[in-house]
């Protein structure tokens, strides 16, 4: 008769969640998480193939997670609400920020892969659909930068802004860097 299960997914999930928004995904091995449960390494590979199908599920999550932040309606403006999004998710999400934006050197194509998901929400806005690509991945690279800047003061506690705070400062520098791209576009 099998041995039965002492973990079940769910918990060996959250318990590699809550690794990977303190230390990192780098932190996640399966001799780090049997030790986190009070186990040996053995339950973990009950519910999963690997390591790094565990850590794939992982960012899934972390990623469906960033982008419910950046979907929320805090104004008519797809691009205001992506800014306002990524600094309430380094907001509610500190650690977890910290952990994707900040921790994750080895980890480049994580980066990279929340910022096409914010390139994705981006191009959903029909106001830009008639622009040159090279003009609005420029755009997003100012935005993403200033808002991804703005978080990351919100993440380590050195600014702690209301939303409406967020707001205006996201609009002041947006509309900085839209007013310089659309004359550079021009020209």
Known sequence: MPKKAIFNKEQIFN???EIFE????????????GKALKASPAPIYAHYDSITDLKVELIEHARNRFLEYLKKPFSHLIFLNIGMGICAFARENKSLF???????QSFDDLIRQFR???K?????????????SDFKDDLLLDCWTYAHGLATLIATGFF???DKEI???L????????????DDFKK
Do not use: C, Q, V, W
């Open 167 to 169: 707001k205006e400062r």
């Open 171 to 182: 609009l002041k520098g947006a509309a900085t860097m839209l007013y310089k791209r659309l």
């Open 22 to 33: 303190k230390e990192g995904l780098n932190a996640i091995t399966a001799r780090n998480l």
């Open 116 to 118: 096409d998901t914010t």
């Open 98 to 104: 910290s952990s994707i934006f900040l921790r994750e």
């Open 15 to 17: 318990k590699a969640f």
């Open 160 to 162: 702690e802004p209301t």
């Open 120 to 132: 994705n929400e981006i191009n959903k806005d029909p106001r830009f659909s008639e622009l040159p």
